[in-house]
């Protein structure tokens, strides 16, 4: 996997974090395991980040989802992108495996969800994912993975083996200190409807996704 140079992010160093609550549920999403809801005192942008704890996380390099909120996706089922079945196809294997899903409340690639909703529209008159962020002003993909690393770090999980195909988030955990072991592959959740917005994840941003076949 390629591995671009890693963008500016919230430094690791300040201020600490720790682990403020640890709740637990079953998750039918999960294929009805049990898990940990884990909360976080002093994450440094304010936001209510959430870590999900599956299974038995190997103490060496346990399975981590870097996760970004999706509320079209995630909970209304949209088709329009593949994040609904990723985050079911990563609940149900860290379940399996062991590791945690960390939930990261940057909708829209860090716009927001009204923002995303705008880009959508200029999406359908022919911008790709990338371009319409752009069109209204906002950066191609704003996210910021320092908070992850603090996160990690609460956790004890300072080697991870990341469930991703998204090489900028491998870099950006690099950079703020957490040793990413091994990279493993999402599946590809391509249908007719989301093909073209995998496709400009794969061009714009060099996912590892089989833009044929698939």
Same mark, same amino acid.
């Given at each position: 996997?390629?591995?671009?140079?890693?963008?500016?992010?919230?430094?690791? /160093?300040?201020?600490?974090? /720790?682990?403020?609550?640890?709740?637990?549920? /079953?998750?039918?999403?999960?294929?009805?395991?049990?898990?940990?809801?884990?909360?976080?005192?002093?994450?440094?942008?304010?936001?209510?980040?959430?870590?999900?704890?599956?299974?038995?996380?190997?103490?060496?390099?346990?399975?981590?989802?870097?996760?970004?909120?999706?509320?079209?996706?995630?909970?209304?089922?949209?088709?329009?992108?593949?994040?609904?079945?990723?985050?079911?196809?990563?609940?149900?294997?860290?379940?399996?495996?062991?590791?945690?899903?960390?939930?990261?409340?940057?909708?829209?690639?860090?716009?927001?969800?009204?923002?995303?909703?705008?880009?959508?529209?200029?999406?359908?008159?022919?911008?790709?994912?990338?371009?319409?962020?752009?069109?209204?002003?906002?950066?191609?993909?704003?996210?910021?993975?320092?908070?992850?690393?603090?996160?990690?770090?609460?956790?004890?999980?300072?080697?991870?083996?990341?469930?991703?195909?998204?090489?900028?988030?491998?870099?950006?955990?690099?950079?703020?200190?957490?040793?990413?072991?091994?990279?493993?592959?999402?599946?590809?959740?391509?249908?007719?409807?989301?093909?073209?917005?995998?496709?400009?994840?794969?061009?714009?941003?060099?996912?590892?996704?089989?833009?044929?076949?698939?």
């Amino acid at each position: 996997m390629s591995i671009p140079e890693p963008r500016s992010a919230v430094a690791v /160093t300040a201020p600490e974090v /720790t682990v403020r609550a640890r709740v637990g549920v /079953t998750l039918q999403r999960a294929g009805g395991h049990h898990a940990e809801l884990v909360t976080f005192s002093g994450l440094p942008d304010g936001a209510e980040h959430l870590a999900i704890v599956l299974g038995e996380p190997a103490r060496d390099a346990p399975v981590v989802r870097l996760h970004s909120e999706c509320l079209t996706g995630d909970v209304l089922g949209s088709a329009r992108c593949d994040c609904g079945p990723q985050l079911e196809e990563s609940l149900r294997r860290i379940a399996v495996e062991g590791g945690a899903v960390l939930y990261l409340r940057q909708e829209g690639r860090g716009i927001g969800l009204y923002n995303k909703l705008d880009a959508y529209l200029l999406q359908d008159r022919g911008a790709d994912t990338f371009e319409a962020n752009e069109l209204i002003g906002r950066g191609p993909d704003e996210r910021d993975y320092g908070v992850a690393a603090l996160m990690l770090r609460a956790l004890g999980m300072n080697r991870v083996r990341l469930l991703t195909n998204n090489p900028d988030k491998v870099a950006q955990l690099r950079e703020h200190g957490i040793d990413v072991a091994d990279a493993l592959p999402t599946a590809v959740h391509r249908t007719a409807e989301n093909a073209r917005y995998l496709e400009a994840k794969a061009l714009h941003q060099g996912h590892t996704i089989a833009l044929k076949g698939a």
